[in-house]
């Protein structure tokens, strides 16, 4: 499940960041293709915005995407999206034991080993996220003075994909949406039903193209894995 109903406005491309090319081609389609060329993966739902759709579309028959299976109307924000890919994915008659995954579009660096990793996770303890150490100290700060230093060793960058039972997930996502509780990602919603989440240790490369800079980045970590496959 990827929701790619974006703006780009961090970016400041002027349209949704997706479109955007790295190594000269779309940074969706690069997403994509990670998980049309796994073998374990069965289908993939897009949410997107009703005005993107046929191009979206095109770019996938031309790019030879074959398991993108339904593309619903994303929403005003990423937790709209991903709930709208979940009602797709039960409305086709997705079985509630299933794994799924939700990914950002904008990670087309993510290893298939971490996909592996997580699946397998998610599909014996229901919940698994993808994440980094921090290789940073972290402040907890209040109106511009330090409260308190975490202990580095406990704190992980959480990243995705993120994985967990379908039933599990959709739960969640309809808690919050009665609630009116607006998380970051999947997981914290996940949490809020007191269900432990577990985590599974990613790369750095997995990169989140956000920004110009995060752009830059990406060609270079391109440009190796080109290298390293010659």
């Known amino acids: 499940m990827l929701p790619a109903a974006g703006s780009g406005r961090r970016m400041g491309a002027g349209e949704n960041k997706l479109f955007l090319r790295l190594g000269g081609e779309a940074i969706l389609v690069r997403t994509l293709r990670v998980f049309d060329e796994d073998p374990d993966c069965r289908g993939i739902i897009l949410a997107v915005r009703p005005d993107e759709r046929e191009r979206i579309r095109k770019m996938i ?110 739960e969640a996502e309809e808690r919050a949406e009665a609630d009116g509780f607006l998380g970051t990602d999947e997981s914290m919603l996940v949490e809020r039903l007191g269900y432990p989440v577990r985590i599974v240790e990613s790369t750095y490369d997995n990169v989140k193209m956000t920004t110009k800079e995060d752009l830059a980045i990406g060609e270079v970590l391109l440009k190796r894995l080109e290298e390293e496959h010659e």
């Open 61 to 170: 028959e031309e790019s030879g995407i074959t398991k993108v299976s339904a593309m619903p109307d994303g929403g005003g924000e990423r937790q709209d999206s991903v709930r709208a890919c979940v009602r797709a994915f039960i409305g086709s008659g997705g079985s509630g034991d299933a794994v799924v995954m939700v990914h950002d579009a904008a990670r087309p660096f993510i290893s298939r080993t971490v996909i592996g990793e997580l699946a397998s996770v998610a599909a014996e303890h229901g919940a698994a996220i993808a994440a980094v150490r921090s290789k940073d100290t972290v402040k907890r700060v209040r109106d511009g003075l330090v409260e308190s230093t975490p202990d580095r060793n406990s704190l992980w960058l959480v990243q995705t994909p993120q994985a967990f039972r379908a039933a599990l997930l959709a």
